[in-house]
């Protein structure tokens, strides 16, 4: 994975069709995604349960691009090297999910991958300050983790700060939760560059119809790209 800056729109599987992951990740990538997230949930972190390292296995079969693998889990670091079997390119842990954050971070590095840290909306950028280094994307949570579809957490100013943060380090920053054509441009314009967006790409296509996860994917470039000239 080389590092750029450039808007990255990585569609959630979680809003896919559950029977169909395979020809659902085909399609997106297909359709235009840069990245595939992939939502895992303990039940216990967060109140819901979704994949584990097996059905993450499955999926790296047909990601041809970059799977984003988020740990909404806790513990974390036991199950670092099974992702890490599974093939994920990017594993994010919350900082909120465990004591050892630095460990956590190392430990998802020597395993191979790259090393994320995401953020509870109630969690300030400060928090992160120290672990910049050890860090290759910070995911900046704008619901409460644990249900795809949620209303919209405007975290624009945490955004901000992380960017002045971050200067010119090679640290992606990630919006998860609620991004769509009218919430993408302000977060882009405040710093982030990478878009996980489900219900936002998925809804009203299907892997029969998937000109429409296209056409969705458009939508939140071309409004990115329109706040961008109006600057």
Same mark, same amino acid.
């Given at each position: ?105 190392? =430990? @998802? %590095?020597? +395993?191979?991958? #790259?090393? &994320?840290? /995401? ?99 458009? =939508? @939140? %470039?071309? +409004?990115?790209? #329109?706040? &961008?000239? /109006?600057?």
């Amino acid at each position: 994975m080389t590092f750029d800056r450039t808007l990255k729109i990585a569609p959630s599987i979680l809003s896919a069709d559950f029977a169909d992951f395979g020809r659902e990740i085909q399609a997106i990538e297909a359709q235009g995604a840069d990245w595939v997230h992939v939502d895992v949930m303990d039940g216990h972190f967060v109140p819901n349960l979704t994949f584990g390292p097996p059905a993450v296995k499955a999926f790296r079969q047909h990601v041809k691009t970059v799977m984003d693998v988020h740990l909404m889990i806790a513990p974390v670091d036991p199950y670092i090297d099974a992702y890490a079997d599974a093939g994920a390119d990017i594993l994010t842990a919350h900082l909120e999910a465990g004591p050892h954050i630095h460990r956590t971070l190392q =430990a @998802i %590095r020597a +395993a191979g991958m #790259k090393a &994320g840290v /995401a953020l509870n909306p109630g969690t300030p950028a400060s928090a992160v300050e120290h672990l910049l280094e050890l860090a290759d994307l910070v995911c900046v949570m704008t619901v409460n983790p644990g249900f795809g579809g949620q209303k919209f957490i405007d975290m624009t100013a945490k955004v901000h700060a992380l960017r002045a943060m971050i200067g010119d380090r090679p640290v992606h920053i990630e919006i998860d939760g609620g991004v769509d054509p009218t919430t993408a441009p302000a977060l882009i314009e405040a710093g982030a560059d990478v878009l996980v967006a489900g219900s936002a790409v998925f809804r009203g296509g299907s892997v029969d119809q998937p000109e429409v996860y296209g056409a969705n994917m458009r =939508a @939140i %470039r071309e +409004a990115v790209a #329109k706040m &961008g000239a /109006a600057a």
